[in-house]
């Protein structure tokens, strides 16, 4: 039996395995079943904690509900230093990704703040299939027109419309998840701005659809959102989750994520 947590930020849910000691063999069909809300747990993505070498507390890898690896994910990040920090005491945490390693500060038991770190912006950073303006790529689908994209580890694209209620994001969201643009596929986001200070996020996730959260995005829409001239450089943004409040910092072009943490179950399980 190998146990597990079941964890989520606003809702953004994840299924926590612990692979510090030994590996756990998990296949592409392991990590799928486990994924699946109807046959397994169910979750947006699957983590695994391996040993966090020189310089970082955990390693993180994150797995799509499709088995594919994604490269960052924000709201599993505060979750994973969560659990860290209750194991050793700690309230200055590294996650280790893909991605890079993620500084992290505990501000109590069930709220954490992530340096995400600076964003990418150059087209091929992204990356996209030739050379564009991220500020404004030439790609439309339906009533959504020319997003502004970067890189927060994963690709992202952010679409700025007067009402993101009004959008079919089930319809649109994999067509623009796999447009020709993103050779990686990226992750879609549908903005509003609310003020200067606030913004209301839907996402599409690449290889997981629509989420009630995801923290990279809020990160990516921050960023984009200021390159526009839309917002300031901090704001809270809303998600079908809940809220994030999302700085990026002028001093070195980080992007600080604030956001609650929480453990839904915790259980053990048979890998077939």
Known sequence: MVAFRKMHG???DFVVLD???APLGLTDARSRLIADRHFGIGCDQLISLEPGGQGADVFMRIRNPDA??????GNATRCVASLIAAETGKTQVVVRTVAGDLPCTILGPDRVVADMG???LGWRDVPLAREADTLA??????PVAAPAACSMGNPHATFFVPDVAALDVATIGPRLEHHAAFPERANIGFAQVLAPDHLKLVMWERGAGMTLACGSGACATIVNAHRRGLTGRRATITMPGGDLVLEWRESDGHVLMEGPVATAFTGSLTLP
């Not at 594919?68 to 994910?73: D, I, K, L, M, V």
């Open 137 to 142: 790529l030439d790609i439309v689908e339906g």
């Open 118 to 120: 600076a964003p990418r």
């Open 68 to 73: 594919s690896e994604a490269q960052a994910c």
């Open 19 to 21: 692979e510090r000691a």
């Open 10 to 12: 606003l809702g953004n």
